[in-house]
């Protein structure tokens, strides 16, 4: 296993849902975690119990392409280095194929695709100077699937991703990065709390988020190209 101590891991929509459970779980792991999210002061108010030295919080919004160098170089100025990826920021817009506009698919298209690729550029080479890169993708098992008449536009969006995990994954295997993909059912979050589902059903944030570390801290010589997390029966295809 990877010793995470004096490692920095840098996590987008750190503020709420996933991207918190992550950040909490990294940063006990021992990380130096560098958060982003759109509202600054709602990160810091967001973190303000837990949070420490080994913790930075960086303005980041998917739809505004200078906030992500920004908040690289502002990374490697506070820490000195990048060694780690997660690519968590998402939106779902659950609209029904005919209600399906150009304008909510290019806004996913713009935060659960653009984002990420553009972060990824320009943290490789970053990240291949340890030899023991990560990134981490938060996919979805709409990536994996489409489940019946729900969400067809996130799922585009989510297929698409996936699509760049597996190409990343190969272009950066030379250089001892290691990428793995979480591609989750229903997480008790923001974004499921008017699904109609039973929340007591779902997926805990905590529990993903200790899967997800945990796998990140394996060697290189042990990877994990998908994780597939359910809450309930699936027949993926
Ligand atoms: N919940 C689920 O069932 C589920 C299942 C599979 C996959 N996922 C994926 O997991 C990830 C996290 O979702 P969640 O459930 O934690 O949802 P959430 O509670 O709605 O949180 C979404 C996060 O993304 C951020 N975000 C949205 N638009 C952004 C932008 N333009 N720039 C930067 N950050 C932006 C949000 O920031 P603000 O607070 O500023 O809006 C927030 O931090 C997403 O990629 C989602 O697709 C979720």
Avoid at 157 to 163: C, E, F, N, V
Wanted: proline share 4%; hydrophobic share 45%; with cysteine.
């Amino acid at each position: 296993m990877i010793d995470p101590r004096g490692r920095v891991m840098m996590i987008s929509g750190a503020n709420r849902g996933i991207g918190a459970a992550l950040a909490r779980q990294f940063h006990a792991d021992g990380w130096l975690v560098s958060l982003g999210a759109r509202d600054l002061d709602r990160l810091q108010s967001s973190v303000q119990e837990w949070a420490d030295d080994n913790v930075s919080c960086h303005h980041y919004d998917a739809f505004n392409p200078s906030t992500d160098q920004a908040w690289i170089a502002s990374t490697v100025a506070t820490h000195g280095r990048i060694d780690g990826l997660v690519n968590n920021a998402g939106i779902g817009h659950m609209e029904d194929l005919q209600d399906l506009s150009e304008e909510l698919l290019d806004e996913m298209w713009a935060v659960n695709v653009k984002g990420p690729l553009r972060l990824i550029q320009a943290t490789l080479p970053l990240l291949a100077a340890s030899g023991e890169g990560r990134i981490v993708n938060v996919v979805s098992l709409s990536g994996k699937r489409v489940k019946g008449t729900f969400a067809p536009g996130y799922a585009i969006s989510k297929h698409a991703m996936l699509a760049l995990h597996h190409a990343v994954r190969h272009a950066a295997f030379e250089d001892g990065i290691r990428v793995t993909a979480i591609c989750p059912g229903y997480v008790e979050t923001d974004m499921t709390s008017d699904f109609g589902v039973d929340p007591g059903i779902m997926i805990q944030a905590a529990d993903l988020a200790e899967t997800v570390a945990t796998i990140v801290r394996l060697p290189n010589t042990a990877t994990v190209a998908e994780i597939l997390m359910t809450c309930e029966p699936e027949v993926l295809g």
